[in-house]
């Protein structure tokens, strides 16, 4: 049977067949659906970079990735049978399977904050809020401490999350300077000539994604000092406690009593465990700059998803408890050890100049890309060197710093071998002198 309608001509109704062609066509033309604003300014820098590559491997060659910065990958680095443990018998008591408070359970924050407080910056449970990984923590910084129009200084170059979830708000982002020949150290004075009257957070990583640098206790006091004078309305850190065996790790809190912090950090790379998606946000605020206003609104923000995994959660005391030392000495060792491999054998390459990490899993090699006359920048280097050798760095336009590229130094140690010799061979056949390098060379 034919489905009919009435309408209305000049006044009088008139029954008809309706064509199904134009009923779909209508039916299109009044769904005024669309993307929201916050989802348009949402841009992730790294996946834009990464997908507009050319990535055809070397088929004669194996794939070798430096470039995700993840220490799951490869297999070679478990987490410890203690953190296993924990979460198993999380598992069978059955206790965790309910839905737990959007900032977590009580027990949980309360073994957090136990294993982070310090003397000069102790720690409660209210002190501590659980997120779904540390990037869910970061996010819930932002959102609390910044409106639309206000501005964030954030490490140049530095992890590209923090640019991602700011535009997204209308928050403008202010890069500051880290300078690579003093180990990435922050260029003090341009970071202070950034601060103004919307200037809503400081944001230090240390240690550094994707620099591996760790900042001393005096160059972190250096940085507080410029915070105190220019009175932004609060600063977060992020951490993730990783530092080479021979190198001392300072958190920012002890430091300074007068400038707030929310230190940001999660199981992710200490443990190994990125996947389990376990971060916290530790409030350090002794002289109460934030009151009960800040608080408040990370409680509510927190209340938007619901919290961290709840298994997770009731795996932490055990965790932090159980952990042997020798695990963390021995993660630490192995990634400064491939570090070392890493320094060592891309030092000696013309045109590149690495820069040796402190901690974290990542080093950071510049490109002389005058030698390299071919490539247009170190996007076109890195895609290059996918191509011809199998091999992938991230380029550091990523990190928006040019002519670098990021080597993550998590993979077995033959791997980084080989990856190094292929990135010499590349260099090798593309290399160009300079006309000042054959001066040098003929004098």
């Known amino acids: 049977m034919d489905k009919s309608h009435v309408i209305q001509m000049n006044g009088v109704s008139v029954r008809g067949v309706l064509d199904p062609a134009k009923l779909k066509s209508r039916r299109q033309r009044s769904w005024g659906v669309r993307a929201s604003e916050m989802s348009k300014n949402t841009l ?3 996946r834009a970079i990464v997908d507009g590559m050319k990535l055809t491997p070397n088929p004669d060659k194996p794939m070798i990735s430096l470039s995700i910065g993840d220490p799951t990958v490869f297999g070679n680095m478990p987490t410890d049978d203690k953190v296993l443990q924990a979460m198993k018998e999380a598992i069978d008591s059955q206790k965790y399977n309910g839905y737990a408070p959007s900032v977590g359970y009580q027990k949980s924050r309360e073994a957090v904050a136990n294993f982070y407080s310090r003397p000069g910056a102790p720690l409660e449970a209210k002190d501590v809020i659980l997120t779904s990984g540390c990037s869910q923590a970061i996010e819930l910084c932002i959102n609390v ?3 639309p129009g206000d501005n ?4 140049c170059p530095g992890f590209s999350l923090y640019k991602t979830l700011a535009v997204s708000l209308g928050v403008q982002v202010k890069l500051y300077n880290l300078l690579p020949e003093k180990s990435w150290e922050v260029d003090l004075q341009h970071l202070e000539s950034l601060i103004d009257s919307r200037t809503a957070c400081l944001i230090v990583t240390n240690p550094s994604n994707p620099c591996g640098s760790v900042y001393s206790k005096e160059h972190l006091q250096n940085i507080i000092s410029g915070a105190v004078s220019l009175r932004p309305s609060g600063a ?52 109460n700059v934030f009151g009960s206003e800040i608080r408040e609104g990370l409680v509510k923000l927190s209340q938007r998803i619901l919290g961290a995994c709840t298994i997770v959660q009731g795996a932490l005391e055990s965790i932090f408890n159980n952990t042997p030392h020798e695990f963390y000495q021995s993660t630490v060792s192995f990634i400064k050890a491939n570090s070392e491999i890493c320094y060592s054998a891309l030092s000696t390459v013309p045109g590149l100049t690495p820069v040796m990490p402190s901690g974290a899993m990542y080093l950071m090699v510049g490109i002389d890309m005058d030698n390299f006359p071919e490539f247009q920048n170190d996007v076109d280097f890195t895609e290059r ?15 928006e710093y040019p002519d670098f590229f ?35 060379i003929d004098q």
Not at 152 to 155: A, G, K, N, S, T
Not at 259 to 287: E, F, T, Y
Not at 385 to 396: G, Y
Request: glycine share 4%; hydrophobic share 40%.
């Open 145 to 147: 401490l910044c409106n």
């Open 385 to 399: 060197l996918v191509t011809e050798q199998s091999v992938f760095c991230l380029p550091a336009t990523a990190f």
């Open 236 to 287: 977060f850190t992020v951490t993730t406690d990783s530092v080479f065996p021979d190198c001392s790790f300072h958190p920012m809190a002890p430091l300074s009593s007068d400038v707030p912090i929310l230190s940001c950090g999660g199981l992710a790379k200490r443990w190994l465990v990125p996947g389990w998606r376990m971060g916290w946000i530790l409030i350090h605020d002794r002289n």
């Open 406 to 440: 990021r080597v993550v130094v998590t993979v077995p140690e033959d791997m980084m071998m080989e990856a190094c010799a292929r990135i010499r061979e590349f260099c090798a056949r593309h290399y160009r002198p300079c006309s000042t390098d054959s001066n040098e």
């Open 44 to 46: 992730n820098p790294i």
């Open 152 to 155: 964030i200084l954030v490490p």
